[in-house]
């Protein structure tokens, strides 16, 4: 029997590589949907033997509503109103981002080994994906123009950060409060951003952050 | 004996399913579409014409479709189907196969530069160039089943104790493989994206415009050699999702057609939703399939999973 | 309930929005002064937490949440004044976004829950965005841009060091409630590599809110763009919580007996700011931008004393009260100026001295203490610093802190200078105003009364803050 975690696991990878290739807007949001489902989906399938509080189950369905609907509902309105160019605009090309992908997932497996001793068993997949997924977000954020990627980046950073979360500690530590904190500051964020690249596109006509250079030393 | 006949079966039936791709996507257009059965109703058409020569070509020419034809057979001879053993089959098998499908690709390619058509020599190029670049995704698929399984035979990876398939243990890794061989199947059998089967323009054509000159039985030949390839490239995928236990037997048959067919849908569905890319994206969308093999090798060379 | 301390301004912040301007105005300065009230109730220990999982009274906390109080109750004459004369679009957001400020910056002063806290001090970056957006130039909109997206990823880097120390307590077998009270009385068996780890990424993340180079680049764009009422708040205040929570980090650090890989790094910081802030300050031709720098040494001086310790530490402490009273008496006292010349950068405005006499006395006053001099407290904050980090032997350090301490202040001299007695052909926009001055004077006087007489209340809980990392006034 395949593990439905683990099959779940290397669909986020998959997205994360998907991304890294994608060079349409709005398959990339489509991509991050899917990501944020996913994501949403890993602890409560790492606990499913484990007593699940009504409040976690609540939870988990209020997560999956905001990391898989709502922010992806954002970002496609963001990109449906600001894009003109729906192409991505990449600094560093798609080969080579690739490329940097799987460079990525090499370094996080190796890091995730040397860790082994100190990581619950059956948890290496899950590190790695939370590494590669999180440094693939950075990667994303750095290596691509215009501001919109930037905020799909953060957000792919944040997945990573939540996934090595779930897969580093106990869920009887974090209370549900404070997870929903930390989802509630990540939708305001993304709010924040949005509305901040409205203005960007207001004035300059576009969601290129080389225009945004003028402040320098 | 069983061999055999599934090998019988599977050259007769191979032209039956691209006419559900058609179905499908006459489907998504809102159109009835062909009758099931149109691809049998073309090669015989074309069979019963007579061939055209240009008096520029050579020998070559003529060979091309027969080569093609020829090797796509043989790699039917090797490969297992629905828990029946294959014809053929040794250790290393699979280099082997790979290979000779490339000299089918190898002598369709000359013979389009036999013509010395500028449009047929552009159609060759991006043919070769983009197969190259699908190689190294099936050999990265190739040494990842050897580090899964150890073994280099077709029969060896579907039909032994520790068969390769979805539902084993590890298998989840295999997701990859399974998005990557189907990204593959699309590039090699010049499918939209990469490439438009339904196109009308040559500049735009990669596997069309090598076989324009190609008429009568010869292009028969081309096409049926390319339905076996199809054929055997959908079967390799529905092998990795099958389950072990639904090998053999009249049930195994029938779960192993239903995937095939799932699979024709699958392609006819993705043709349907996306639009092909520019030429100059298709190597990206190789090396994403690549990318995503190498993933699940490197998570299995560190022994993690 | 001490819960309150942050729940009113969050309340009243709502309420802005849905109020016309000028009762908006009376509840920003209504609010600003009831918070200091349960600010000093909350010092005479009256109101005890509620939610005793996330939030606890602590000493250095409450250090945080009185400076926060004091000069946001300073500031917000000043910058209802402000509003008041210029004439701002979106007063109502204006009001709530600061209200909501002064609420998520007590909610840092006072959360104990690690993850509470990386909860807040986000959420002070979510709610400070729109001040600085909030004159809508094209400057301010880089200037937003680089602050959320650059202080988002650092503190999603602290989260990541949150859940290392929540690691270390699973890999050490401890079984206590998550929150830095209960981990320090177990944090021996907490694991070590883990929590080295957990603390590089908190470093890493608050350190780039609190403006640490090499993560301080949002810091002088911010700065410069925001209103000047904003940038004293967020010089002031803001950078002090976002030191709260690497200062909570290293205590615990120091009470698993790491603290010496804690306080190296802390010292590789701060001087690490020090001299970039002495090299960019050097040539700079906005004056804003230049305190700005001024804030990057500042906190690099305090991270450098809490690394140091000893009677080094209490001077850092020193050195952050102070800091914050003198910066945003000098960012209220640049927005005078900015009013009256209407340009940021210093070859264009000169001449303080006769056209501006009191805000140059602000100014000039401001300026001498932030540099170090007497009566000012900067000037005990720093010896203390510089003996303490003698007495523990580390000469080098101590070198180049002094070396940047100089640079900075040579190149602060020199726009100071210019801007005072400098010639210039600018016209007196908006002259200066009763209001606009007077939260300048106080902060400053309130430095000097601090210098000369610290109320015992204050240093006791200056000794009680610093006692954890082996810091006292006797060394």
Redo the contacts between chains.
Sequence with gaps: MTHITDAVLVIILLSVLLSLGSNRLKALVEIMALQGIMVSLVPLLLEYKAEVHHGGIIFFQIMILIKGVLIPWLLYMAVQRIAIKREVEPIIGYHASLLAGLVVIFVSTIVTQKLHLTLAAGRELLLITAITTLAAGLFLMMSRRKAITQVIGYLMLENGIYLTGTALTKQSHTLYVVEFGVLLDLLVGVMIMGIILHNIKDAFDDVDTTFLGSLKD | MESMLSFLLATLAAPLFPGIILKVKAFFAGKKGPPLLIKYYTLAKLLRKGSVYSTSTSFVFKMGPTVSFATALMALLFFPLAGVKPVFFFHGDVIVLFYIMGIGRFFTILAALDTASPFEGMGAAREAFFSTLAEATVFMVLILFYRMNGSLSFTDYFQSQNPIT????????L??VV?SMFMILLTENSRVPVDDPATHLELTMIHEVMILDHSGPDLALIELGAFYKLFFYAAFISHLLIPAKFAGGAAGGAVFVGTLAMIYVAIGVTESITARFKMN?V???I??S???V??AA??TT?G?? | MIEYVFILPVLGGLMALFLPTTLGRGLLIITAFLHLQLTVLGWLGKLTPAFINFFKVTPEGMLVLLVTSFIFALISIYAVAYVSETGLKNEPVFICCMLLFLGTMSMVALSDHPIVLWISIEATTLVSAPLIFIKRSKEALEATWKYVMICSVGIALALLGCFFITLSMDIGNVDVPLSFSSLNQVAKQLDPLWLKAGFVFVIIGFGTKMGLAPMHTWLPDAHSQAPSAVSALLSGALLNCAFLGIYKVHALMNVAGLGAFSSNVLIGFGLFSVLVAGIFILNQPDYKRMLAYSSIENMGVIAFGVGVGGIAGYGAILHLIHHSLLKSSLFLSSGNILLGFGTKLVPKVGNMVKLFPKTFVSFFAGFAGISGFPPFGIFISEILIIIGAFQAGRYVSVGVLIFGLILVFAGAARIVMDISFGETSQEVLIKEKFFRIMPSFVLLLTSIGLCIWIPDGIYQKILHTIQIIGGGIHG
Excluded: H
């Design positions: 979805l539902m084993s243990p590890n298998g989840s890794l997701l990859f998005v994206l190597p990206k969308y090396l994403t690549f990318a995503l190498t993933f490197i998570l560190m993690l999973v």
